[in-house]
């Protein structure tokens, strides 16, 4: 018998489910930020993994979990704060480990594995090309796979220069140890890591009357902090008025930053016994320079920065939260960010109706993102500053804690040394500081946060601010 019931004839079922399939995959796909987010999770937890191997170790026994995962964190996010010896913890897999971890995680996991399934063939989807956008902080498809391409060109080129000096550089004191020496600390300059291979948490302290090591460091840290942007910028267009904006605002703040980072360090530290007040008057511009230059992003140090006055210590919280500039090697809250603010802050002053710059106006929505990231980014270094003050237990001043903090915010890695000092808590802090730091203020909370447009529109209504 056949029962049929026209209500229900013609009518096809599997629309529903599949509908309903739809929703289902619409709830669990991934938003850009996020996936930008897990692919620096996932690089962490491969490096801590490896890292945790006996064979990553000097003398043959496995890392203490915490201390591989603090270590894996500070390379991938190009940090260079440590809680083991390099030269002497570490074997020579282990360095291997670190130092890919470093240099993927100075051009970005995301940046390496969309050139190699590029050049294999692979054409990438809109919602991929999205993805790639968000991580290289473009707004449009156009020339996403060239940047790439130029990224990984500059990245060779002037790691491979400056290797080759360090290598030539090194090699009277190493021997054929001197190539390994000049390719790890080329890699780590260019992507502000801050690691070295000196050993006994020194870094450069016991090299700083060595001027060709501190520009052979120098130089390749201010490439890789400026941006793959504005080097393209710089070397094919022709004089200054050819600049982009972004690129004039990098170049202008950067000298600003440098220029005066290097006289309030000298200035502070030249009659300074225990930091540069021992030197010759060329020893100490160079490396106050140097200071100016690396505890932006970079965390290589050529003075004890124990011995350092207070007034240093907090030009130097200043500089390391302003951090490098975007689509950069380095962290912070990026240079350019600091300028919107600052501008805007002295348009209100004057009661300008515009925010402009170099014949140019900012739009709103990008002064918004600029005050956003700068109050997020205080809150965050504030927030963590009196949580890891608790775990110190007042062990250490506060104003230590709080630039161990920044250090870490600004992917810097410069460390008064009380890192070491810590328990799992507190590096357990660092580590979560680190990634925020690296992956982004914005990125890391709208990979969390769900946003929504509204369609309400509320009257305004005037308040007193002041």
Not at 132 to 145: A, H, K
Not at 390 to 397: V, W
Not at 400 to 428: H, N, P, R, Y
Request: hydrophobic share 50%; net charge positive.
């Amino acid at each position: 018998m056949e029962i049929r019931d026209r209500g229900l004839e013609g009518l096809d079922v599997s629309r529903p489910l599949r509908k309903a399939g739809f929703k289902a995959q619409q709830k669990f796909r991934l938003k850009p930020t996020q996936t930008i987010l897990l692919s620096f999770v996932l690089m962490i937890g491969i490096g801590t993994l490896l890292l945790m191997l006996p064979i990553s170790s000097a003398k043959g026994e496995s890392l203490p979990f915490m201390d591989a995962l603090f270590v894996s964190t500070s390379a991938s996010c190009v940090t260079g704060l440590t809680v083991v010896d390099v030269k002497n913890d570490l074997s020579f897999f282990g360095k291997c480990v670190l130092l890919l971890l470093i240099q993927v995680g100075g051009l970005g996991i995301m940046t390496l594995g969309t050139m190699v399934v590029h050049a294999m063939g692979y054409r990438f989807r809109l919602k991929e090309s999205l993805i790639l956008q968000e991580s290289l902080s473009q707004s449009g498809r156009e020339g996403l796979f060239e940047l790439i391409r130029r990224m990984i060109r500059y990245t060779l080129m002037v790691e491979g220069f400056f290797a080759l000096l360090l290598t030539i550089h090194f090699f009277p004191e190493f021997g054929v140890e001197a190539i390994g020496y000049g390719i790890f600390h080329a890699i780590s300059a260019f992507c502000n890591a801050g690691f070295d291979m000196f050993g006994n948490y020194d870094s450069l302290c016991g090299r700083q009357d060595d001027l060709f090591l501190l520009a052979g460091i120098g130089l390749p840290i201010v490439l890789g902090g400026i941006g793959f942007t504005v080097m393209y910028d710089v070397t094919h267009s022709k004089g200054w008025r050819k600049y982009t904006l972004h690129t004039k605002i990098v170049l202008a703040v950067n000298s600003v930053l440098l220029v005066g980072g290097t006289l309030l360090i000298f200035g502070v530290e030249s009659g300074n016994g225990n930091t540069l007040g021992g030197m010759s008057l060329g020893q100490q511009l160079a490396n106050a320079a140097f200071m100016s230059i690396s505890c932006r992003t970079a965390g290589f140090n050529s003075f004890d920065l124990a011995a350092a006055t207070q007034v240093t210590k907090m030009v130097m919280i200043i500089l390391m939260f302003i951090g490098a500039s975007p689509l950069s090697t380095g962290g912070g809250i990026k240079c350019t960010t600091f300028f919107v603010v600052l501008r805007s802050v002295w348009a209100v002053f004057r009661g300008e109706s515009q925010v402009s710059v170099f014949g140019r106006a900012i739009g709103l929505r990008l002064r918004d993102q600029a005050f956003a990231t700068f109050t997020v980014g205080t809150l965050w270094v504030v927030t963590m500053g009196i949580l890891l003050a608790i775990i110190d237990g007042e062990e250490n001043e506060l104003g230590k804690v709080i630039f161990e903090t920044v250090s870490a915010f600004g992917t810097v890695g410069m460390g008064i040394g009380i890192t070491l000092l810590w328990d799992d808590w507190g590096k357990g802090l660092l580590v979560l500081t680190m990634l925020l730091g690296r992956v982004g203020i914005m990125t890391f909370l709208l990979s969390l946060i769900q946003q929504r447009q509204s369609i309400v529109k509320y009257p305004k209504e005037e308040i007193m601010l002041g």
